[in-house]
């Protein structure tokens, strides 16, 4: 069957920022008829050819970056091949300081519905660091402007767990970003990824992260107060009020088909991964030349999926369901604060199975999710092997 989620990888920014090691294309001018033309190339190679889309999510790099004639543009090429179908949620990515006035009514024009603002802070001592391009007073400008356009759906992305030597205040980061009444927050702990300009500033002995125990204590604090103002913490990184989840993503976390095209975009077909080639140059050229754009693939074992199976339940507060088998070590979890149990209903038919139970974790669990998902899958894939419980303080989510 056609895939009914769709990804499009738009890879330019004005700069990289300080934590990034995403295929960016850094661009003074943003090569928008290139890249469109490279697009239409990339979906002639069939990936949606015949499908129904319900979401489409221009990420990067920063879409917003295309402006509103080069998003129309690319939803139109889209739409060469694909149905975008009515009530799809289609996203696009955006930097405060691409937002106006004239960019959100095209955008509403082309169907774009649904807006993910990369706010990260509120401090413009972090932004600078971050080697962000807007400052604070823009994201709320931002905000005013996309709902005055007639976009309610708006999330923002917050980065925490910053070096100490910053003075990055969370707490007022999370209320300014309450104050401006997103329907979504997407909150990142920051970690060091090679070849990002922080990792450079680690090898020469700067402190680029913040430590664990503030880690937690930002990520709880994130919790307790967005649960308090309504929102539902559906998903380890996100929240959303009641009904404004992201659907594409969700999909991902569901194990959905889903197809990808731009430079380095994942496609997944329910059996096998696929990507593109990272490079933005190398695909533009590999599409003028009628090459192939695939960088890598891989064939999803059994195995495999078992522990995708665990790990993208246990992120997520639909939860995980276990069997008999699973429960001792599920029981081990909510002793230790890391999980909740939901017990399978009452069976009246002795000759039924028992009853499946479904395990989700709490925010605390949820600190430990690397770790937990990795014992669980290797529990299930070896019932013999000895009882181990892993207790890190933490991993980066």
């Known amino acids: 069957m056609p895939p009914s989620h769709l990804y499009v990888h738009v890879p330019f920014c004005a700069r990289r920022c300080s934590y990034c090691d995403f295929s960016i294309a850094v661009r003074s001018t943003t090569p928008i008829d290139e890249y469109v ?103 709320a400008r931002a905000v005013k402007a996309i709902r005055r356009g007639g976009i309610d759906n708006i999330s923002l992305d917050l980065i925490f767990a910053l070096p100490a030597h910053l003075n990055r205040d969370w707490k007022n980061d999370v209320q300014q970003a309450l104050v401006l009444e997103p329907a979504h927050v997407s909150l990142y702990g920051l970690t060091v990824e090679a070849h990002t300009p922080i990792a450079r500033w680690a090898d020469r002995g700067a402190v680029v992260e913040g430590s664990e125990d503030q880690y937690e204590q930002e990520f709880l604090y994130a919790n307790e107060a967005m649960s308090a103002a309504g929102f539902d913490h559906y998903e380890v990184s996100n929240f959303s009020l009641p009904g404004k989840s992201s659907r594409h ?55 495999n999926r078992d522990a995708e199976e665990v790990y993208l339940g246990l992120r ?20 230790a604060g890391w999980a909740e149990i939901e017990s399978g209903a009452s069976v009246t038919a002795s000759r039924l199975p028992p009853p499946a139970s479904c395990v989700r974790l709490t925010p605390t669990g949820w600190l430990r999710l690397d770790s937990l998902a990795a014992d669980l899958a290797a529990r299930r894939s070896n019932r013999t092997s000895p009882a181990l419980i892993a207790t890190p303080s933490h991993c980066y989510i």
């Open 316 to 335: 997520t507060r639909r939860g995980l369901e276990i069997d008999e088998a699973d429960l001792s070590v599920a029981e081990l979890w909510r002793s």
């Open 37 to 139: 033309k490279a697009l239409r190339s990339d979906l002639a190679q069939g990936s949606v050819d015949g499908a129904t889309l319900t979401t489409v999510y221009l990420g990067g790099g920063t879409p917003s970056r295309l402006g509103g004639p080069g998003v129309a543009s690319v939803l139109a090429a889209i739409r060469e091949r694909a149905t975008i179908a009515e009530g799809a949620e289609v996203t696009i990515e955006a930097n405060p300081d691409d937002v106006n006035d004239i960019a959100v009514a095209q955008w509403l024009a082309a169907g774009v519905n649904r807006i993910s603002l990369g706010a990260q802070s509120f401090d413009d001592t972090v932004l600078q660091w971050m080697h962000r391009t807007h400052d604070a007073s823009q994201i």
């Open 249 to 303: 993503n969700s999909a991902y976390w569901t194990g959905a088909s889903y197809a990808g095209v731009g430079p380095s975009a994942h496609s997944f077909d329910g059996a096998a991964r696929r990507w593109n080639v990272p490079a933005y140059a190398e695909w533009v050229r590999r599409l003028s030349n009628s090459e192939p754009t695939l960088g890598g693939e891989e064939v999803l074992t059994d195995e």
